[in-house]
């Protein structure tokens, strides 16, 4: 025989479900097993003393017509939306954080990133209402139909040449020298052109630091007169030649770099890297590679400018000077002035090579790269000096205007 219950009991039951609901925010049909379960009653019971209970009903008006169940997916509803509209905040703060509007390439770029996450309409709708300024909808998939513009294509064919070129030099020119590389490159693009697509590839020039001294005091006098005069021009290759010599440091030490440097062309025609400044081994290496390299000597007529190091004023150098007919020359002790050219050298060896591309583990690390960047700024980098062309073709070209001789 079926059970009877009271209406004080049905409605006890209801509003235990109704508690259920609101308290844990379960489903009324798992509120309705585990209250049926509690009282003895079965679910379907239960669910039918709720749909004709007066307190549902009452509920169910006071909030406009909304069942218990409506509200529930009300408010999941609303639960969802709001976690998504914070999780759009959150991903775009770094928009409002300078307190500018993002431009409008940044916000197609956002929408495009994080569309398959939290999709177009949400994202202009929260973003919106935080930022009165930012794009619609609408006006998201009209940027992302409209056909590209010449100045787009554009840019988007340079810039990957512009990363390109600027990698190929060592990633060090700014924007003067990038615009000359370019148009030796073939790319007829105007400075301000080129400032404005290094910006989009994100690529600059590298400034020049300070060089420390690395001159030792001759423990001798030295007589050596100053022949240049910090007039650091010469009239053709071979007359005026100037020598320095820096350091690395390394993990496993400290590395010297000797450089000799032709004024004329601002080639690098003597090199030598070691793990030590002693007089009788690095400057004497890069001499000799510096003579090798010049081949013949014009009579008396090239002079050699250095510090008064004590590295230069050994009787083995002096003496390979003497017989190779050039002349010494010395400016003062650690004056960067009187030997500016080679001071400028071991700057942009150490900014364009030293410190862009460190920390080195070793001198051999140290001396195939400086070999390497010593190549490309004889034959490839540009130096505005020269009017934006390289040693090698500034040396060439003047040996192409030079008469024939012929002989008697």
């Not at 775009?92 to 999709?119: E, L, N, V």
């Not at 400075?191 to 290094?198: N, Q």
Request: charged fraction near 25%; glycine fraction near 8%; aromatic fraction near 8%.
């Amino acid at each position: 025989m079926p059970r009877k219950y009271s209406v004080e009991f049905k409605e006890k039951a209801v509003h235990q479900i109704i508690e259920m609901v609101r308290l844990e925010s379960c489903s009324l049909q798992r509120a309705y097993t585990e209250v049926g379960e509690l009282l003895g009653v079965s679910h379907h019971t239960l669910r039918a003393w709720y749909r004709d209970s007066a307190s549902v009903r009452d509920n169910s008006d006071a909030s406009g017509g909304e069942t218990m169940e409506e509200e529930l997916r009300r408010l999941r509803r609303e639960n969802r939306e709001l976690k998504r509209a914070n999780g759009i905040l959150k991903t775009a703060s770094g928009f409002f954080r300078s307190g500018t509007r993002p431009t409008h390439d940044q916000m197609i770029s956002y929408i495009d990133a994080y569309k398959d996450q939290f999709g177009v309409e949400a994202i202009c709708r929260v973003l919106k209402q935080a930022d009165r300024g930012f794009i619609t909808s609408r006006g998201y998939r009209k940027a992302t139909t409209r056909v590209p513009s010449a100045r787009a294509l554009s840019d988007s064919l340079l810039i990957p040449e512009i990363q390109r070129v600027h990698a190929e030099n060592f990633s060090v020119y700014g924007i003067r020298k990038m615009w000359h590389a370019m148009n030796r490159e073939g790319f007829h693009i105007g400075r301000d052109k080129t400032a404005r697509l290094m910006k989009l590839a994100g690529v600059s020039g590298r400034r020049r630091g300070r060089t420390p001294i690395t001159t030792v005091s001759p423990k001798t006098p030295d007589h050596r007169p100053d022949l240049v005069r910090r007039n650091f021009r010469a009239q053709a290759p071979g007359r005026l030649w100037v020598a320095d010599i820096t350091y690395v440091r390394t993990l496993s030490g400290f590395a010297y770099t000797a450089f000799v440097v032709d004024v004329f062309s601002r080639k690098i025609v003597g090199v030598a890297t070691r793990s030590t400044m002693r007089t009788d081994a690095l400057p004497m290496e890069a001499l000799e590679h510096a003579l090798t390299t010049a081949g013949r000597i014009h009579g008396n007529q090239l002079i050699h400018h250095s510090d008064r190091g004590s590295q230069y004023v050994s009787l083995k150098y002096s003496t390979a000077l003497a017989e190779s007919g050039i002349r010494p020359s010395v400016g003062t002790i650690g004056d960067s002035y009187d030997n500016a050219l080679a001071e400028t050298v071991n700057g942009l060896y150490k900014a364009e090579l030293i410190h862009a591309q460190g920390p080195w583990t070793s001198v051999g690390e140290v001396e195939l790269a400086t070999l390497r960047w010593v190549h490309w700024w004889n034959t490839k980098r540009l130096h505005e000096a020269l009017d934006y062309a390289t040693p090698q073709e500034v040396e060439t070209e003047y040996y192409l205007t030079q008469p024939i001789n012929t002989g008697p």
